[in-house]
């Protein structure tokens, strides 16, 4: 496959042996080497510096003399990205077809700031890693009683091996094939509650103030997220992540949330059992209010969602991410949101993005962020080119520019919004790029912290990240990964790589799932996982 029409490399779409004849456009190409499918061949005779042409832009350069039919790999090519400036060019969009979506709607949660919530969630947050311990003494006291605790589907595996011990039967211990049973929550309390989350971390003093500050602005967006109806904070009460700035964070964001926000200092408490009984009294009560919200219908435009991508394989940038790209182009174009970040995969297509913002102010602020990050990382002798994985490099991205011109396809076609920093909140309708890392969780974290009430998640290598307040969806990029891991896939979109679906269909698929989803209708593979992956991002280097 050839992307882009003046790309000089094409994609193996199967595994293709050396020796075999290959027949492109009028022409035919003898293959030098054995080309494993995800991977690169040369087009043309490259020679010592000549640039790699990738979805019509330059994703690397020659080190060395390249026949045509040749296999590209790290040893003969190297990331090379052009240079980006002021923006150059306005974008003339070409919006999608809506028909099918326009008259649809999704039942959430509608709260004061008229913000719409895809979950109804509370959240305990501990202001400093001091207070994680009680944290998770509140977490062990509700969850179980209250029904939102799900049994460990592997304690009868232990069970049934310790008895097996006991019995002194090694040999059928090794050959014991019990795997996991019943993992279903016991009956719920509240009906009208999907779950309570508890956000530990290891932040909140010791670090540089920025990080502390850094931290209350990603707990207050959690807070402001849709997808929460309340929080229960604890503080220590002498530590940097000040309850002061979380609560002027949260006033930003949404200023008329109306949203019970509990905050308990154990200094001012007594002692700690005094403490926690008051978190708990109060966190019941507020819980029993709560659970009166029900879901009714909402506009598709009260939609706000996160892109990203983890696991990236060669298939991801011409099936997976454009899909998702065309759903993206598709709720913006019906008036919602969406949000793409991971700024270290972005390198070497900062220029088109910059030319798709909607005005200058945008563009210098995206230069900037990402001319800033890259310093930082320069400056402890890393930069974006050390981004991709071992695993991104086995299966086809073996430069960080042929990986973010994949990844970017995330973001579709449309104007870009706005541009915002880590810990900022989204306000426009639209696609906005967020400042993350490249790594998955703390880049999902940033978002739902961002507001995004939805995230689509591509991979193709497979990837079990989720979230504890924003549904994530899992869209891989080839249907063997699909087949292989069913438990932490949504959708596959491996039919565009076998011919039998298009980019738009599978898009169409995704944006029809994400209303389910959205809805309530379906819980999401990392759901059922109980996967609520959340790190928060210390301002340093992290690619």
């Known amino acids: ?66 026949e045509a039919g040749s296999a590209l790999t790290i040893e003969n090519i190297a990331h090379k990205t052009t240079a980006f400036g002021e923006k150059s060019a306005d974008l003339d969009w070409i919006k999608p077809d809506i028909s099918r ?51 460990n589907p592997y304690k009868n595996l232990v069970r049934e091996m310790a008895d097996l011990y006991k019995k002194g039967n090694q040999s059928a211990i090794e050959s014991l094939a019990s795997g996991p049973s019943d993992s279903s929550a016991s009956s719920r309390i509240f009906d009208n509650i999907d779950g309570i989350k508890f956000l530990t971390h ?40 000040e309850a002061e700035t979380l609560f002027e964070k949260l006033n930003q964001f949404s200023p008329n949330h109306g949203k019970p926000t509990l905050l308990f200092v154990q200094q001012n408490e007594g002692t700690e059992a005094q403490m926690l009984t008051k978190a708990i009294k109060s966190t019941f009560l507020e819980l029993t209010k709560v659970n009166e919200q029900k879901r009714k219908p909402a506009q598709l435009n009260h939609l706000v969602m996160g892109l990203e991508c983890g696991g990236s394989d060669g298939f991801s940038g011409i099936s997976a991410n454009p ?16 949000v793409l970040s991971e700024f270290p995969e972005l390198c070497g297509v900062e220029q088109e993005l910059i030319n798709r913002c909607v005005d200058d102010e945008k563009a210098e602020k995206f230069a900037h962020l990402m001319e800033s990050y890259n310093s930082r990382a320069e400056a402890v002798g890393s930069g974006f080119d050390m981004n991709p994985s071992p695993g991104n490099i086995k299966d086809g991205l073996i430069t960080d520019a042929i990986k973010s011109a994949g990844a970017a396809k995330k973001g579709g076609t ?80 491996g039919g565009i790589i076998s011919g039998e679906k298009s980019i738009q269909d599978v898009g169409e698929e995704i944006l029809e799932y994400v209303i389910q989803v959205a809805s309530g209708e379906t819980l999401t593979k990392a759901q059922q996982l109980d996967q609520d992956d959340f790190i928060p991002w210390k301002r340093g280097v992290s690619l």
């Open 1 to 66: 496959m050839q992307i882009h029409p003046s790309d000089n490399v094409l994609v193996a779409l199967r595994d293709l042996d050396a020796g075999s004849t290959l027949t492109f456009g009028d022409s035919q190409l003898t293959l030098k080497d054995h080309i494993a499918a995800k991977h690169k061949l040369s087009l043309q005779d490259l020679e010592p510096g000549d640039e790699i042409i990738m979805y019509g832009i330059t994703v690397g350069k020659a080190l060395e003399n390249i």
């Open 323 to 338: 899909a998702v790209g065309y759903a993206s182009d598709l709720l913006v174009t019906l008036g919602g949101s969406t």
């Open 202 to 241: 290891q932040l909140g003093c010791g670090g540089t103030r920025q990080d502390s500050e850094a931290l209350c602005a990603l707990l207050a967006g959690y807070i402001a997220n849709p997808n929460v109806a309340g929080a229960t904070i604890l503080s220590l009460g002498c530590q940097n992540a």
């Open 414 to 493: 449309s104007p870009v919004q706005d541009v915002l920093d880590y810990g900022e909140f989204v306000k426009n309708p639209g696609l906005t790029l967020l400042c993350t890392p490249g790594n998955d969780v703390e880049s999902t974290t940033a978002m739902a912290g961002a507001g995004c009430n939805v995230i689509l998640f591509t991979t193709g290598l497979g990837t079990p990240t989720g979230n504890p307040v924003s549904p994530v969806v899992k869209i891989s990029s080839n249907t063997k990964l699909a087949t292989k891991m069913p438990d932490i896939i949504d959708i596959d979109s």
């Open 101 to 151: 979506f326009k008259d649809k709607t999704f039942m959430g949660y509608h709260r004061n700031d008229g913000r719409v919530g895809t979950r109804n969630y509370w959240v305990v947050i501990p202001l400093v890693f001091c207070e994680n311990r009680n944290v998770g003494v509140i977490k062990e006291a509700f969850l179980e009683e209250l029904g939102f605790a799900k049994t």
